[in-house]
């Protein structure tokens, strides 16, 4: 068997952390999409995903995941699946709003809803705040109400 990649500490040496950081962004923002796609090529190695799972960095390759080129879509939804291995609290909300965008797009009215639609144990919506009705006086019984008697007509 080969033997195990050698791991770039996720905090060491801020030299290398300023390279894969410029790295990342190049390979996000490029506007050239061969650039883009050789760059998640590389970068796709067991050496870098410690590195590329820090929060700041995977939001930045997460932005891939909607990239106009889908040859780096393909690269990147890989990626971001080992990543999320690492770190689940950034990679799986950015996984579901591209699986929730493609499921739109194929299929608009079977497409699962999101927001407060979704809840399907609700049945009535939620009522809106009016702060009038929690005085006292609103929330007594009519007989007992008291009216101020009208200004006298001169």
Do not use: Y
């Not at 068997?1 to 996720?10: D, L, W, Y």
């Not at 410690?50 to 890989?78: F, K, S």
């Not at 927001?115 to 144990?121: D, M």
């Amino acid at each position: 068997p080969a033997p195990p990649a050698p791991e770039i500490e996720p905090t060491g040496g801020a030299l290398v952390g300023r390279v894969l950081d410029a790295l990342v962004r190049v390979a996000v923002f490029d506007p050239h999409e061969g650039i883009r796609r050789s760059l998640f090529l590389a970068l796709d190695s067991p050496v870098f995903r410690p590195a590329l799972a820090e929060p700041r960095r995977l939001r930045t390759v997460g932005l891939a995941l909607h990239d106009e080129a889908p040859e780096v879509q393909l690269i990147a939804v890989p990626l971001v699946g080992l990543l999320s291995h690492s770190n689940p609290a950034v990679a799986l909300p950015m996984l579901r709003t591209l699986l929730l965008s493609l499921l739109r797009e194929i299929d608009p009215l079977q497409a699962p809803a999101t927001g407060p639609q979704a809840n399907p144990h609700r049945t009535t919506p939620r009522r809106r705040h009016h702060p009038h009705r929690h005085t006292a006086a609103h929330n007594a019984p009519r007989a007992h109400r008291s009216r101020a008697p009208p200004p006298p007509l001169r």
